[in-house]
């Protein structure tokens, strides 16, 4: 072919696209529209990024800014509690005690004493037994415990209650059986009089020996007016301290009480008078026999543990497992065989 002829069919063809481009002239238009929407819709999503990234980096800063805040006021609020509880308190060491253990937080809550009531003014409840005791109102199956002595007289026996460790003393052949005469014999060896170990007999055989029986029968069941010490939990008498339990286990809260109550003066111990008291305050009404017991108790106690006017708290306790009876034998005993030395020189 020759170049004329290249030249020709090259005008042809462009006239022949100038004429589909006349015939249809929106086709142009529209690949620039679309041309020109992707791009406009590109620069809308980057547009639309960019707001979200600045909202997102805007909303971290406000948390930020607030967390800030909330720390301060925490601290500002922390430090307040603290000024207010040392001025309440007086003394910032029993403050980090009472956050130690949440215990005392909740005794200082609880109100024990109010003015219409004037008796819980005058008869103090015991506080803070928590931190010797643990829970001190939990009664003690084998042991007397006190503050002083948590862990109650060592080597007293763990088979038994504490109840039964109490008569112990007059059960001297350990058959769980103990006779008038038994009774008798352990009165004169704690150095009482004939007079008054018979009134010992009286009381302790003629009021406690039925409940302990196991028969029904009165007399019948028990002619001899035998304390049997397996049932003894049954003789537990009214008008007491409640420090022994109706199964005869030892409440060591309620021995406290004894004390916080009526050993005012804080003397470690309670004369006559704060004994008279005691008898007084835990009388139950219409409960003779549980006033005469209370009274012969407390009345053999003083005589036997009296010291300057005085029964100390610890001799107190040491009655509940009797282990100072037998204390109290052996001093007996040396006083008795000095006097009779004492005699025999003259």
Known sequence: MSNIEQHMNKGQDKKKTDKIIIQNPDLSNK??????????????ERHQDNKKNERHHDNKKNERNQDNKKHER?????KNEQTDRSIFSGHDHDNKKNEQNPKLNQEKDIITEVDEAPETKERKVPKDLSDKLGNAGLPRATIAASKEMPEGT?????????????????????DGVITPLDTWKGFRKLGFSLAFSAVAVGIIHGGFSYPTQKSWIP???NPLFNVYVDTLSKAKHG???????TEGRFVPEKFEEVFSKYDRDNKGGLSLKDIKQVIRGNANVFDPFGWTSAVFEWGTLYLLCEKDGIVYKEDVRSCYDVSNFFIFIQHYSICVLLYNKFLLIL
């Open 31 to 44: 690949n620039e529209r679309i041309i020109v929407q992707g791009q406009d819709n590109k620069k809308n």
């Open 74 to 78: 925490n601290q500002v609020h922390n």
């Open 154 to 174: 060592p080597g007293r026996p763990t088979r038994k209650s504490v109840l039964q460790q109490h008569v112990e003393f007059w059960d001297t052949d350990h």
């Open 219 to 221: 007399i019948l069941g």
């Open 239 to 245: 008008s007491d301290s409640e420090t022994f339990d």
